[in-house]
């Protein structure tokens, strides 16, 4: 199909569609890596963040704890004790929450693999208080104090530890995400600045070939009918469009052919 037989307007709307197609391309373009960027900054929030502090809350709770349990080991009376223990209890409830929401969020196989070895090091930090307890209401401070030094300082070492492989593994996540945001934002960038340049370039083609393809057939038929002014009356213009513009330039050249052989018979005829 010869793009010079389409009438002007359906030139001009074609030209203009791309132009809407690629802004419309650069518009969807930009909403995909939006989208993409905005689910990177949930992951960092809403996620990776969260369980970071999860996490610290618990290891925080823990020392606390444990220094409760050191606070019961040197007090002087069985009220100084329980007190301790009293503030022992609300610690372990609040880190056992703490933990049954970190359990809902996991979502990778190796949090899932360090959270069991978190709640059996618990479980076993547990068993030792409950131990250490026991030996201060028999009143035996002496036992408590070895049983604090000893197993029970090896089991908080170890229960920090995982906690604080914890906090480093979602931190690593979360430079994963946080790269992979910087990604989306830079990829994103670059391709709406190709799209935009594409939609420029197509700009200028468009708007270039529709003003040639309507200007040139004009100006050639402003240039024949100033030759048949001036007496040309030899004058032939090829019209290589059927378009609005070739209809009149063909319109005009036959008025002029026409108007041509009237002169000649008129001349003829004297």
Do not use: C
């Amino acid at each position: 199909m010869n793009v010079s037989n389409l009438k002007i307007g359906v030139r001009l709307w074609v030209a203009f569609g791309l132009l809407i197609l690629l802004l419309t391309g650069i518009v969807t373009a930009s909403l995909i890596r939006m989208s993409s960027a905005e689910q990177h900054v949930d992951n960092i929030l809403n996620d990776r963040y969260r369980k970071i502090a999860l996490a610290t809350e618990i290891k925080y709770n823990v020392a606390r704890i444990h220094q409760h349990m050191r606070g019961a080991v040197i007090a002087d009376d069985a009220d100084g004790a329980r007190r301790q223990a009293d503030l022992m209890n609300a610690l372990r409830v609040t880190n056992k929450g703490l933990l049954e929401t970190f359990d809902k969020i996991i979502n990778v196989p190796r949090a899932r693999e360090l959270f069991t070895q978190i709640t059996a090091a618990r479980a076993r930090d547990l068993e030792g208080q409950k131990e250490l307890l026991a030996l201060l209401a028999a009143g035996n401070p002496t036992g408590a104090k070895h049983l604090l030094a000893g197993r029970i300082a090896d089991n908080e070492r170890a229960y920090v530890n995982l906690l604080s492989d914890m906090v480093e593994l979602q931190a690593g996540k979360m430079d994963e995400e946080s790269k992979a945001l910087m990604f989306e934002f830079s990829s994103g960038r670059e391709l709406m600045l190709v799209l935009a340049l594409g939609a420029a370039l197509l700009g200028v083609f468009a708007a270039s070939y529709a003003t040639r393809s309507i200007t040139r057939p004009l100006t050639e038929a402003v240039r024949m009918a100033r030759r048949v002014a001036g007496g040309d009356l030899s004058v032939q213009i090829e019209v290589k469009s059927s378009d609005e513009t070739g209809q009149l330039i063909g319109s005009t050249q036959g008025h002029e052919q026409r108007a041509g052989e009237d002169r000649r018979g008129g001349a003829h005829g004297h």
